[in-house]
């Protein structure tokens, strides 16, 4: 079935410091991709998506595009704050594309 | 507000002991969804439901029930709670069912003893 892969956290930075996190996934075709955070005693939100092939999608300073050679869909923040810190979770497809398929997420933790 | 409403948020109960966890989407949505977050496992799928009367097994749908009455509501039933049932709970709702945007509720963690 479709997977996955999100690196392991936590991430820790400093605050203003670039962020990456990456995530790779397999999946049949090109569906629609997702980033979801949740913040801390809160479910998740919709942080950004892509719904095809090098589109790249946006918000609050969040990046993430949509790499069908690498089956990627990395997340990217020019400059973190601490109101950032929180669980990140790539959101591809499951198998069949039932539903979405979430990971184990990533945490980070933005210092001051 | 568009929203998706859990209740209770909190919840400890014992071993045996019947529970039901609502879920409310105000969002005119077909498709709803459970699923629990242990630490290290992310988040898996219970059960979901494509419309009213119409509900299917996810990942993990052992020690579970639900059922889709009304549009609105996906109650999640525990006939008989277990130790490790213990986990954070998410409802959540999409316009249609497949690989589309979610809107999920706050969560309930539930500690079972």
């Known amino acids: 079935g479709n997977s996955v892969t999100q690196m392991e956290g936590p991430v820790t930075l400093s605050e203003e410091a670039f962020l990456t996190i990456n995530c790779t996934y397999t999946a049949t075709g090109y569906p629609s991709l997702f980033w979801y955070v949740q913040y801390p005693g809160e479910g998740l939100q919709l942080l950004l998506k892509?719904?095809?092939?090098?589109d790249k999608g946006s918000n609050k300073g969040f990046e993430a595009t949509y790499r069908k050679e690498t089956t990627s869909f990395h997340l990217e923040k020019g400059s973190v704050q601490v109101s950032d810190s929180a669980v990140y979770f790539c959101?591809?497809?499951?198998?069949?594309?039932?539903?979405?398929?979430f990971g184990s997420g990533t945490r980070l933790q933005v210092q001051p | 507000e568009a929203q998706v409403t859990q209740n209770p948020r909190y919840l400890i109960t014992v071993t045996g002991k019947k529970l039901t966890v609502t879920c409310s989407q105000n969002m005119n949505h077909e498709y709803m969804s459970w699923y629990r977050q242990d630490p290290g496992l992310g988040l898996r799928q219970i059960y979901y439901s494509m419309n009213v009367e119409v509900t299917d097994k996810g990942d993990v749908p052992e020690g579970y029930k639900v059922s889709r009455k009304e549009k609105r509501n996906f109650p999640l039933i525990l006939e008989s709670p277990s130790p490790n049932q213990t986990s954070l709970y998410f409802c959540?709702?999409?316009?249609?069912?497949?690989?589309?945007?979610?809107?999920f509720g706050p969560g309930t963690r539930l500690t079972v003893t």
């Open positions: 959540a709702s999409s316009p249609r069912q497949g690989a589309y945007e979610q809107y």
């Open positions: 959101a591809p497809p499951s198998a069949g594309r039932r539903a979405l398929t």
């Open positions: 892509a719904t095809k092939a090098d």
